[in-house]
């Protein structure tokens, strides 16, 4: 995922408080480097800890990962079809800064992460080779259809469900409400003036450490994938050294982009990422097996929304947990550290649009994107060892970071595809990480939308320096084990969020936004013109 957030260029006249360095700055970058030399000074003391708080919190508490989110979808859906979708985010009179083509497209933007590299065949071919909770023989045609089930389940509505919630209610509160876009201020319903004390500050800690471990880990995964591109074109070895330089360069590139704002720069890349992805996309579609895709994709389509409530409600009773946590309990886990980053970012895109266009265009038009994405590479990927002899999925167990690469090298111009793949992993790294790395500074600079410098660059280190730490304790399974673990207490700031947005947006709807919400649906013509202007 990626998108670039725009920054202010200017420091204007600041609330008071804002910008300042607080007891949320100095605890977390505390907490945060005390992590970092636990990682690098007693590396198997931390594994072991992980690996047994992975298992405890899984075990105990992995059912509330399902629960929460499917909570959180079904909420969102009432909402954008009950009354309350009509309101906006923002004033009665504020209209949407971007028009609907342009915001999906931003949309689609922030899903264009790496994500779609490092898992658009690894997930389907896994699955191919050991189906899901056992439900199919492997390598057969049922296999293949449960392959992308699951995969559609682990990057569709769940994922978007919690970005939504948080993009809504950041962006009401903000927009709406008046308030500093902090974690710690949508509780105001709740707490009231308590927000800006102990509690509202422990809530913004665990939303930065939420946020910071799901950009390390993302920056692992896009390590690894540059890793697998660059050693299959140009025979760089693939090891944990050339991974650790590989962070430290693209470290050094987001953190100059985050101070400096060059933000032309980061559009650039965004779009040219969004190409790159179009292009491979329409070549996949050209030359692999066209038929046999769009066949297995309307096929798995169907078996996934009708199997839709009971994956979202399959736990570990029966066994399982090993395979939950390194897939379901994981991919909500990573949603769950992205939240807060990825709702700061819809929200700033989503200023004017009523809550029913946002909900919708939030949870479909991304889902369908990746689904369509999976349902091609995987699927090709899928044909290639079902029917040509291939071994995909025996490199993917080997090493992760060899599936989409190794998919490639089956079709024409695989050469020219996987330079364009490698540059696709490099400029998601880039643009997600420099947005993120605002984000951070932002959370702790009391809400600022111009932190300081030495902040911005403070936190890129921090956060470069934490995914090396966990790559060399134990890459990828010290990745995943670390975002689980770390994401429960946020999993339930997100429950008691989305209760709360609730709890303000009903007493408004109470209050007089019945009225509001008529005047946008049939404003007058003076409003007509506004927003034309």
């Not at 970092?36 to 198997?44: I, M, Q, R």
């Not at 996987?418 to 880039?430: G, K, P, R």
């Amino acid at each position: 995922m990626s998108g670039q957030l725009q920054r202010p260029r200017r420091v204007g006249e600041r609330p008071r408080g804002v910008g300042e360095l607080g007891s949320v700055f100095w605890t977390s970058v505390g907490v945060a480097a005390v992590f970092v030399a636990w990682a690098a000074l007693f590396t198997k003391n931390l594994n072991r800890v992980t690996a047994a708080s992975l298992n405890w919190v899984t075990s105990s508490f992995g059912w509330s990962y399902l629960v929460v989110t499917l909570g959180i979808l079904i909420f969102l859906v009432f909402l954008a079809f009950s009354p309350a979708g009509r309101l906006r985010l923002g004033k009665d009179t504020d209209r949407p800064e971007f028009s609907t083509p342009a915001w999906l497209a931003m949309l689609l933007g922030a899903v264009m992460g790496i994500g779609l590299v490092s898992y658009g065949v690894a997930e389907p071919i896994s699955h191919l080779a050991t189906p899901p909770h056992g439900l199919a023989e492997p390598n057969t045609h049922e296999a293949a259809v449960r392959a992308l089930q699951y995969s559609y389940f682990d990057w569709g509505l769940h994922a978007w469900a919690v970005f939504a919630v948080f993009g809504l209610a950041i962006a009401y509160s903000t927009y709406r409400k008046g308030r500093r876009p902090l974690v710690s201020q949508l509780f105001t319903p709740f707490l009231g003036d308590k927000v800006n004390g102990p509690i509202g500050k422990a809530i913004d800690i665990l939303a930065v450490f939420a946020t910071l471990f799901g950009t390390a880990t993302s920056l692992g995964l896009g390590a690894l994938q540059i890793n697998n591109g660059v050693g299959r074109l140009f025979g760089v070895p693939v090891n944990s050294v050339v991974q650790v330089l590989i962070i430290a360069a693209i470290t050094a590139v987001f953190t100059l982009s985050a101070v400096t704002g060059i933000s032309k720069g980061i559009k650039l890349l965004s779009y040219t990422s969004s190409a790159l992805s179009i292009a491979m996309f329409v070549f996949m579609v050209i030359v692999g097996p066209t038929v046999f895709l769009i066949n297995l994709y309307v096929e798995s389509i169907g078996v996934w929304a009708s199997d839709f409530f009971r994956m979202s409600l399959q736990g570990t009773a029966f066994g399982g947990l090993e395979w939950m946590q390194l897939w379901t309990y994981f991919m909500l886990a990573w949603w769950v550290s992205w939240g807060a980053f990825v709702g700061i970012f819809l929200a700033r895109i989503s200023r004017g649009r009523t809550i029913r266009g946002f909900v919708l265009g939030v949870l479909l038009v991304p889902s369908l994107a990746f689904f369509t994405w999976f349902a091609v590479f995987g699927g090709a990927a899928i044909h290639v060892d079902m029917f040509q002899g291939g071994d995909i999925a025996k490199q993917t167990a080997a090493d992760f970071g060899n599936a989409f690469f190794a998919t490639l090298e089956h079709f024409p111009l695989s050469g020219v595809t996987s330079v364009m793949a490698v540059l696709l992993a490099v400029i998601f790294f880039v643009t997600s990480a420099d947005s993120n790395t605002y984000v951070l500074g932002s959370m702790t600079s009391n809400g600022s939308l111009t932190p300081r410098r030495s902040v911005l660059v403070l936190w890129g280190i921090l956060t470069g320096v934490t995914a090396v730490a966990l790559m060399l304790a134990g890459g990828l399974s010290a990745l995943q084990n670390t975002v689980i673990v770390t994401s429960l207490p946020f999993l339930l700031i997100i429950a008691c969020l989305a209760v709360s947005f609730w709890k303000e947006l009903a007493s408004d709807w109470r209050h007089g936004a019945p009225a509001s919400a008529e005047r946008d649906r049939t404003p007058d013509p003076k409003e007509k013109a506004d927003a034309a202007r």
